[in-house]
């Protein structure tokens, strides 16, 4: 399929499908080309910031886990805060201001539970505290921040990631601070889990199958793909969902079948499925990438403009 | 692409400085010598085959432009050079220039749907009386 539409005559028809229920979105792109959908998927999210855990001030840490592990783990903890209303952190400051930072407390001591049964061997009823959970984790608001954002909406994603496991008598002190960044500079700062794109598939029946082969058939696809219905007392097998279709080609090793189906792609229809780590929804991350895209333009349009003036 | 013997480093790209003094040139353009203005190869900053390819990609639309590719010199150093050759005597900053805001105006096209279609989708979903995600 030659591409010789213009930009103005594209028609995008953008239509939403199904809503995972962890936040995994898909989005479908007819009209695009692979020209641009490759800077559209996992590389721009890289350059879609969100806050992380940069700095750890460990004061106490008595626990198993040492203390450049503990803060490994912290910085990957996804923190729920919009970072588009935070600024970065400007290079060669080493105190963070209320714009460019948040903090977090952790403080947990592993005590022995007195009012355990005596030969009880769960961990659960011997200590007190001895798994620490981001829920254990407390935010220090900075200067303004307690006005500008209510109380419980700067947090750590999920409260239920095991940070570090303690026995009575360990203990964990330390103080976070988040900053802004991009998935470019460290993995810890991308919005995404996985995001990624594939071709509508496009599967049709080269001739009609009816009966056992419908069946049969219907097997050789995910399920939803290949509708068996009955038509005037036969079996007949008719394509229902091609999108669903996860190209395993399961048809090809059917001797029979294989010359009865022909599996394409459609070429111009992408579907992008976006996975959000949970600190901004999928659509704004997709709407936010597309933003990024625009920016880097901006900024040579800019700069040859400036050129051409000297 | 280049002998670096034989080029005229005309580079003309501007300098922003930011306060801490940290310079970045994010553009430049190198012509060699000897030929005018229609091939020119030019030096992005701080880029990769994100803007590369799309650009790329617009660029080779454009019917004047007989040649256009990107490389990234090198994994290591965050810049790509381009180059565009056009035909006849049309200057090779016109079809960069044209194909940055056909890249733009693409992107704010799709923008715009997959927006319109968002809300759709709420509005629909929030009708429906289902817990919105």
Redesign the interface.
């Known amino acids: 399929m030659a591409a010789t539409q213009a930009v103005e005559e594209m028609r995008s028809r953008v239509v939403l499908g199904e809503f995972g229920v962890r936040n995994v979105h898909t989005t479908d792109f007819p009209g695009n080309y692979s020209g641009y959908d490759d800077a559209w998927d996992q590389e721009r999210f890289e350059k879609v910031p969100t806050m992380a855990v940069e700095k750890v001030l460990v004061y106490n840490n008595t626990s198993i886990v040492q203390d450049e592990i503990l803060a490994h783990r912290l910085g990957l903890i996804p923190i729920h805060a919009d970072p588009r209303l935070f600024e970065y952190r400007n290079q060669g400051d080493e105190e963070g201001t209320e714009i460019d930072t948040l903090q977090f407390r952790l403080q947990v001591r592993c005590t022995r539970n007195p009012h355990a049964a005596k030969d009880s061997s769960d961990p659960n009823e011997l200590y007190m505290n001895h798994k620490v959970y981001t829920r254990h984790m407390t935010w220090i608001p900075l200067g303004n921040q307690a006005d500008l954002f209510p109380e419980g909406t700067i947090r750590p994603v999920h409260d239920d990631i095991l940070i570090a496991q303690l026995r009575p008598g360990q203990e964990i002190d330390l103080l976070m601070h988040c900053v802004k960044g991009i998935g470019k500079d460290h993995a810890k700062f991308s919005p995404v889990a996985t995001a990624s794109y594939r071709l509508l598939p496009d599967i049709t029946l080269l001739e009609p199958v009816e009966g056992e082969a419908a069946e049969e058939l219907s097997r050789c696809f995910s399920p939803g793909v290949v509708e068996v219905q009955e038509v005037q007392g036969k079996k007949v097998a008719r394509v229902a969902n091609p999108r669903l279709d996860t190209f395993s080609r399961e048809i090809f090793r059917n001797e029979k079948l294989k010359k009865a189906v022909r599996l394409a792609r459609v070429r111009d229809h992408y579907i992008f499925s976006v996975e959000s780590t949970g600190v901004l929804p999928p659509d704004v991350l997709v709407s936010e990438a597309i933003k990024v895209l625009m920016g880097k333009c901006r900024r040579f349009l800019d700069e040859l403009d400036a050129v051409q003036m000297d | 692409m280049e002998e670096d013997q034989e080029l005229e480093r005309k580079i ?3 300098k922003t400085s930011m ?2 003094g ?1 310079r970045k040139t ?2 430049e ?1 190198v012509q060699a010598a000897g030929t005018d203005r229609h091939c020119v190869t030019f030096v ?1 900053h701080e ?5 590369g ?6 660029i080779m ?1 454009n019917p004047e432009v007989e040649f256009c590719g990107y490389t990234t010199t090198h994994p290591s150093e965050s810049k790509i050079n381009l180059r565009i050759q056009t035909r006849g005597a049309l200057p090779a ?1 016109e079809p ?2 044209r194909g ?12 715009d ?6 809300k ?2 709420k509005e629909q979903k929030a009708s429906r009386n289902e817990s919105t ?1």
């Open positions: 003309s790209g501007l306060a801490e940290e994010a553009l353009m992005l880029e990769d085959h994100t803007l390819n799309s650009l790329r990609y617009m639309k900053v960069f220039q940055l805001n056909e890249l733009m105006n693409v992107c704010q096209h799709v923008l749907k997959f927006e319109a279609s968002i759709n989708y995600f």
